[in-house]
């Protein structure tokens, strides 16, 4: 951290909050928050997860920050109950964490040189392969399934990619999209289509992948885009004294049209 920006100290801020975490753990606390267990608590964990990648992609700072504090909530208060039943506690976490970063990241801490952020991304991948030790089971196996499903797609073409199984770069991926495309396109009934729409998706993955794009974070921009326009519509109709079911496809295209162009305006 720069002088420019010094560091807050956050030990104090932690430390309040595994007291409360704690403090509603206690025979005399909420209720409710001791009735929790690991597998309930890892649910909130999740949500919480994705509430705050949802807030960073809205772009406001300040939800941004609210959502990170309930996640680091949900952190700590996990971490309370596997220190409860003896297993560790918040500090090994930390501390583990710690450790394994300054191994992942010798370029920084242990004075070899990298050429560029891919060079590094090919490193963590032989550097976790080490940690592990011995495979037992395929390159794949260890990546999680609960991930939604456009980051877990992007992830295999990664895993594949370290014995080179992949494309060149992004445009060789193309022809592959063109290719599952019409596959879709021809597909004979709603089962063969489900399966080329997936595999349309997954192409678009890797050529998102190599473009060093976020495919999840696309299509969560364009969900966040299309509520933000529809809402729009449905403003400007009621406005008219109008109901959206009540309009043609020409005048809910009228209506799109204006929306998009409102919110252009608006940046």
């Known amino acids: 951290m720069s002088q420019d920006n010094p560091r807050p100290p956050a030990g ?18 909420c209720p409710w928050d001791r009735q929790q267990d690991p597998a309930s608590v890892a649910a909130y964990v999740l949500e919480e997860a994705y509430e705050a990648v949802e807030a960073v992609a809205g772009g406001d700072a300040g939800q941004v920050r609210g959502e990170l504090g309930d996640l680091a909530f949900q952190v700590v ?11 560790f506690n918040l500090s ?8 394994k970063m300054i191994r992942r990241h010798p370029h920084v801490f ?26 037992s089971g395929g390159l794949l196996d260890s990546l999680p399934r609960a991930i939604p499903a456009l980051t877990r797609a992007q992830r295999l073409g990664h895993r594949a990619a370290r014995v080179r199984f992949d494309w060149s770069d992004a445009p060789a991926v193309w022809p592959k ?4 495309l019409a596959e879709l396109a ?12 997936g595999d349309v998706l997954f192409s678009l993955a890797q050529w998102a992948r190599h473009r060093g794009l976020n495919a999840e974070m696309a299509l969560m921009g364009a ?37 998009k162009a409102l919110e252009k305006a608006t940046k």
Do not use: C
């Open 177 to 180: 999209v063109r290719e599952e």
């Open 12 to 29: 104090q801020a932690l430390a309040r909050l595994m007291d409360l975490v704690s403090r509603l753990r206690a025979p005399e606390g």
């Open 77 to 87: 208060f996990l971490a309370e109950l596997y220190a409860e039943a003896g297993h």
């Open 223 to 259: 969900n966040q885009r299309f509520e933000r326009r529809f809402q729009a519509m449905e403003a400007l109709a009621a406005a008219r004294g109008q109901a959206l079911g009540g309009l043609d496809a020409q005048e809910l295209d009228g209506l799109w049209n204006q929306a």
């Open 110 to 135: 242990g004075g070899q040189a990298l050429a560029d952020a891919e060079a590094v991304r090919q490193q963590w991948g032989l550097i976790k392969d080490q940690e592990r030790g011995a495979p």
């Open 186 to 197: 021809a597909a004979a009934d709603d089962q063969a289509a489900q399966e080329e729409l």
């Open 92 to 99: 090994q976490v930390l501390e583990g964490v710690t450790a």
